[in-house]
């Protein structure tokens, strides 16, 4: 059987499913938070020219030395991740599989998509934040706050790569910057919903110990260094031999042969291996 056939067996056959997704599957709906491509030029041509940014991800690690810069860039950034976007054909194949299955999401991904896509909020651990929200710029405190409006505000009255000063968010406890929760330095917080979800996700973990079970971990975009999200996964295959592992990537595969008779392996264009899967519905 090929590996489209055994993938779609498996998910369908499976009691519960992890899912596991990084920068990969970003690629595949069309954002490319590395590249310097024309929807860069088209969002980010003043960061460019103003603080030789040249990608997204160069953008979130920069050290602005205005914040009303730094404020244009993260309100475009998350324009361009979530205002411009309907969810894609990539997400809603992936929603599909995961009709009346119990599911969890683990993602390093920032940009909202799977709760944006329609995917429950509850069962979502976004381990390295998500670009809606604030937090304290030295995390004196660990509240975060839904950023949405300001942003959207940040966005509209930007000119030339900067918002008005008077628009600069200030923390309400000591007065200092703010900044996007994601993981960018040591003072991300991890709030109580971080929290929360991270308790959540070891508990799906643990369930997903039960020999009895059949269980199924899709792994989708997950590049060979990021060991945050691979390295549970490949541990709990390894730990429970009623678990199939599912890689999907493009050009970036691996599987430790400890593993490779329960993993399946899909190279190539995410989206294209969901599509094929999702379309051998009946047969
Ligand atoms: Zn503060």
């Not at 998910?11 to 490319?32: P, T």
């Not at 381990?127 to 959207?152: P, S, V, W």
Request: charged share 20%.
């Amino acid at each position: 059987m090929d590996s489209i056939k055994r993938a779609r067996k498996a998910i369908l056959q499976a009691d519960m499913v992890l899912i596991g997704a990084s920068n990969g599957l970003s690629i595949a709906q069309g954002i490319h938070i590395f590249a310097d491509n024309q929807d860069f030029n088209d969002y980010f041509s003043d960061f460019k020219n103003n603080n030789a940014i040249k990608s997204i991800i160069q953008g979130c690690f920069h050290q602005f030395s205005k914040e009303e810069q730094k404020w244009a860039f993260y309100s475009k950034m998350y324009h361009y991740f979530t205002i411009d976007r309907k969810p894609t054909q990539v997400m809603q194949q992936l929603l599909s599989l995961m009709k009346d299955k119990p599911y969890f999401v683990v993602t390093s991904n920032i940009d909202s998509h799977f709760i944006n896509s329609g995917f429950d909020p509850h069962a979502i651990f976004e381990i390295e934040g998500n670009c809606r929200f604030m937090q304290c710029e030295t995390a004196c405190h660990d509240t975060l706050y839904d950023a949405e409006q300001k942003l959207l505000a940040f966005y509209a009255k930007q000119e030339n790569g900067s918002i008005p000063t008077k628009l600069v968010p200030k923390c309400p406890k000591c007065g200092g910057n703010m900044k996007l929760n994601i993981e960018v330095d040591s003072h991300f917080v991890k709030g109580a919903t971080w929290q929360e979800n991270n308790q959540k996700y070891r508990a799906f973990l643990d369930q997903a110990k039960n020999k009895q079970k059949k269980i199924v971990l899709l792994e989708l975009g997950v590049g060979l260094r990021n060991i945050l999200i691979k390295q549970p996964f490949m541990n709990l295959t390894y730990y429970n031999s009623n678990v199939c592992y599912i890689t999907f990537n493009k050009g970036e595969i691996y599987v430790p042969i400890e593993i490779d008779a329960q993993s399946i392996t899909l190279d190539g264009d995410i989206g294209q291996s969901l599509s094929e899967i999702v379309g051998l519905n009946g047969r």
